[in-house]
């Protein structure tokens, strides 16, 4: 890890887990480093949460003005896009709500909400669990597509997944399925255990969505992660909010059910190797006893991070180029399968193409 790297993880662990910085190691920094870390947080979309740490800096001990003014600038920046965000999907969201709609949010704000200053952490696209007193999940999964298209916005098919569309500016995900059911039956037991946990949400939002429950959030965060990891390597903000998650609601979470579930899934080496890279580097304190760590690969997935740049996610890639990318990753990261998942590369990736080919549409439903 360079020292420019090191230098954004004491920044966000500060500004997450309000660590005190470790200022010897980084009072001979060059002001062309100081700015080095400031484009590595930009390009990671976190410069708005590191500048949290920057405001607390000792007076003078980062000189640059003109790297103090371009950071608050971005902070700014990411607020003022944060606040029109939200009023965007206030607007979208209560239109669901005159329609008896429920709309759950999925990572993104609720994310959000869990760090120190949540209008720092930029949005993304806005995912959404639609959930309707009378109807199916299925049913008002459809009557959202009905709706938005009524509304002259186009829906595209993304996967069996959920489908995408753009409501101003705000690109959103109506979500049939939260995580990949495709092969194993344990993925479809896992997928119906997150959509009972979904049938409880908490925290509604001025009457227009709903946050869901904290037990949902920690399986679905992980297994959200967990596939960018396989498929393209982790951004660093799953990192941070897997920190800020744990900062605020590690005793929130039945943890026997957790790893009951992750082990169904093959995830619980992932989920204790990302916990024991943010209790090691993001200053999360662990206070219960339940929570596992290993931290054996917990460096190298973080080093991965950094420098793993296949972005097969926002690649913009459909159909075979997808595929092709995906089995290019697959393999430059094969260490993921034999170290992680503990499978071997080749037959894991055999496994996923004959699910896919017997398989196509996936789905838990009769």
């Known amino acids: 890890m360079t020292i420019v790297e090191r230098l954004l993880i004491e920044l966000?662990?500060?500004a997450i887990s309000g660590k005190q910085i470790d200022f010897l190691a980084y009072e001979n920094l060059s002001s062309k480093k100081w700015r080095e870390a400031y484009k590595l947080a930009a390009k990671h979309g976190l410069s708005g949460v590191a500048f949290t740490a920057i405001e607390n800096l000792p007076k003078g001990y980062l000189s640059d003005v003109d790297l103090l003014m371009d950071w608050m600038w971005q902070?700014?920046?990411?607020?003022?896009?944060?606040?029109?965000?939200?009023?965007?999907?206030c607007a979208f969201l209560a239109t669901l709500r005159q329609n008896d709609l429920i709309p759950v949010i999925l990572k993104g704000l609720d994310c959000a909400r869990r760090y120190p200053n949540p209008n720092r952490r930029p949005s993304g696209d806005l995912d959404i669990f639609l959930l309707h007193p009378e109807l199916s999940h299925p049913d008002a999964f459809e009557k959202?597509?009905?709706?938005?298209?009524?509304?002259?916005?186009?829906?595209?098919?993304?996967?069996?997944?959920?489908?995408?569309f753009t409501y101003k500016n705000v690109v959103v995900e109506n979500h049939m399925y939260c995580t990949e059911i495709?092969?194993?039956?344990?993925?479809?037991e896992f997928e119906i255990h997150l959509q009972e946990l979904l049938k409880t949400p908490t925290d509604a939002e001025n009457g227009c969505y709903y946050y869901p429950n904290p037990q949902f959030t920690a399986l679905f965060l992980i297994a959200h992660s967990f596939n960018h990891f396989l498929d393209e390597g982790l951004a660093l903000k799953h990192i941070c909010d897997w920190a800020a998650f744990l900062n605020k609601e590690q005793n929130n979470v039945?943890?026997?059910d957790f790893y009951r579930y992750t082990d169904k899934v093959n995830i619980t080496r992932f989920a204790n190797t990302l916990t024991s890279l943010v209790v090691e580097y993001f200053g999360v304190e662990l206070t219960n006893s339940q929570i596992c760590v290993e931290s054996q690969y917990a460096l190298r997935m973080?080093?991965?991070?950094?420098?793993?740049?296949?972005h097969l996610h926002s690649s913009g890639l459909h159909g075979y180029r997808y595929r092709l990318m995906q089995m290019r990753n697959h393999f430059a990261?094969?260490?993921?399968y034999r170290d992680i998942c503990r499978q071997n590369p080749l037959l894991a990736y055999i496994k996923t193409v004959i699910d896919f080919c017997l398989e196509r549409n996936p789905t838990i439903y009769s």
């Open 12 to 14: 966000l662990k500060s």
């Open 75 to 89: 902070k700014d920046y990411v607020v003022s896009k944060n606040e029109q965000y939200h009023r965007d999907v």
């Open 144 to 164: 959202v597509n009905a709706l938005v298209q009524q509304l002259g916005i186009s829906v595209e098919p993304h996967d069996y997944k959920h489908v995408k």
């Open 182 to 188: 495709r092969g194993a039956k344990a993925k479809k």
């Open 254 to 256: 039945d943890w026997d």
């Open 302 to 310: 973080l080093d991965d991070t950094f420098h793993n740049n296949s």
């Open 333 to 336: 990261s094969s260490w993921k």
